[in-house]
């Protein structure tokens, strides 16, 4: 069962924009992870927040997490156009040696040029 | 490092025939997943191994697919027979237990199947 929805499934913005993502999910988790697919390949690993953390930076891509609210967000600014990929969520709960990441559907995001 | 290594890139079979997929995860890396992504049913977790076993197979869809792992540089992912809603892409992906519980994982190029 999918634990992370992302909203919106699909978003369309001019390079230079900004795109946010969000996140939701239903249990408690000890991290919440995003990836990137592009399009005929793997995914690749962006940045990891933890449970205990609220807000992240990597280069471009800024991540908050409110686990009050069981959510995330990830902020790409200034947005080009390699940046057009599927972005996933995903969750991590660990217990005892259980170590999988649940994952959702993903967001279609295209970077007009 | 080259990274996780998945063979064939892609395969083309009739129903019936047996299929199998391979693995070659990162070097020291300590479990290895294996996900099914459809466009209907998103990226799943079918089985997945920490030091060569097992721990987790619940995502396996039915007793016509099975997984093995003889080493730590290798594991296959066999259907037998195959059926048309089998196609897929077939990912593998690996992570290090260092890292845990904090740990990404790395994933191959996948493996496209069609079931004809």
């Known amino acids: 069962s999918q634990q992370g929805e992302e909203d919106p499934q699909a978003l369309s913005i001019q390079e230079g924009e900004n795109a946010t993502m969000n996140c939701s999910y239903k249990?408690?988790?000890?991290?919440l992870q995003w990836y990137r697919q592009n399009s005929g390949r793997g995914l690749v690993h962006l940045i990891l927040i933890r449970s205990n953390e609220r807000e992240k930076h990597s280069g471009r891509l800024r991540v908050t997490l409110d686990t009050s609210k069981k959510s995330s967000s990830l902020l790409i600014t200034a947005s080009r156009a390699a940046d057009t990929a599927s972005y996933f969520c995903a969750t991590q709960t660990f217990t005892g040696a259980n170590s999988k990441l649940t994952f959702g559907k993903g967001i279609t995001l295209s970077v007009r040029p | 490092d080259a990274g996780v290594i998945q063979s064939p890139r892609h395969e083309v079979t009739e129903m019936g025939q047996e299929v199998t997929l391979r693995c070659k995860p990162i070097?020291?890396?300590?479990?290895l997943f294996w996900y099914r992504q459809t466009m209907m049913r998103g990226l799943e977790l079918l089985i997945y191994?920490?030091?060569?076993?097992?721990?987790?197979d619940s995502g396996m869809p039915e007793d016509r697919f099975s997984a093995k792992m003889p080493n730590a540089s290798f594991s296959t992912l066999k259907i037998q027979p195959s059926e048309p809603r089998d196609s897929a892409v077939y990912f593998c992906?690996?992570?290090?237990?260092?890292?845990?519980?904090?740990?990404?994982?790395?994933f191959g190029p996948g493996t496209r199947l069609t079931v004809l």
């Open positions: 249990t408690s988790i000890n991290n």
């Open positions: 070097s020291g890396h300590d479990y």
């Open positions: 191994f920490n030091n060569n076993v097992p721990i987790d």
């Open positions: 992906a690996s992570s290090a237990e260092l890292a845990m519980p904090y740990n990404e994982q790395f």
